[in-house]
């Protein structure tokens, strides 16, 4: 239990108390934050417009006039919904803090590059080295091209396997061992792609540049 800083109610955790509607200053995960349920699967528009009406309602502005203790709670609950909200809107940082939530880490599976991954990595890096070496020649902008949309279309499949994973833990089709397993390798290869993605751009701006 916890006591508003301004009505001086007794309730469980949450952002606003429940009487006088001031912030209560709780420490909440990411989803309680919001007043969702520890589901994955997340309408992104309902998650926004839940953000913005909480936002509202204990922004500091509201209660420069009250109490330190109020000002506070205040500040603390405005932090923890905008970083709730910037998590769960993300599929990739919500899968992420799902890990953390379920005692997992990325990192624990992520020191070295996924197998099915490791060709297209080596590729994509020679393919970069000959774009530094002689981005004059057309030919290899236009691979760079080619392989940009091979990389993103792969990175919106991952997307879809990712959306596919967070339904499986929401209906329980499986042990959360396997899900956990399943859910580090697909934000493992993102992570890499994204990678990918971010260094092939980065080389097209260059010559765009030059």
């Known amino acids: 239990m916890i006591e508003c800083p301004s009505c001086g ?9 429940q009487d006088c509607g001031a912030p209560v200053g709780a420490d909440l995960d990411c ?17 926004e417009r839940v953000y913005h009406d909480l936002s509202r309602k204990i922004h500091p502005d509201r209660f420069a006039q009250s109490s330190p203790r109020v000002r506070t709670a205040s500040l603390h609950s405005t932090a923890l919904l905008t970083r709730g909200y910037r998590t769960l809107r993300d599929p990739v940082a919500r899968g992420l803090y799902w890990l953390e939530l379920n005692g997992e880490k990325l990192a624990d599976n992520n020191k070295s590059v996924p197998p099915d991954l490791a060709e297209l990595v080596f590729e994509v890096q020679d393919e ?12 290899y902008r236009d691979r760079a091209v080619r392989r940009r949309a091979e990389l ?7 997307n879809g396997d990712l ?14 061992k396997t899900l956990a397993a399943e ?3 697909t934000l493992s290869k993102i992570a890499y792609l994204r990678t990918l993605l971010r260094d092939v751009d980065r080389e097209l701006e260059n010559l765009k540049a030059a």
């Open 31 to 47: 989803f309680a934050a919001l007043g969702l349920p520890r589901k994955l699967v997340i309408d992104s528009s309902a998650l």
């Open 9 to 17: 109610r007794r309730q469980e955790p949450r952002l606003v108390c």
């Open 128 to 139: 970069l080295a000959e774009l530094r070496g002689d981005g004059a020649a057309s030919e």
């Open 183 to 185: 859910l580090k390798s």
């Open 152 to 158: 993103e279309a792969a990175t919106n499949a991952l």
């Open 163 to 176: 959306t596919a994973n967070f339904a499986r833990w929401d209906a329980g089709a499986a042990d959360a």
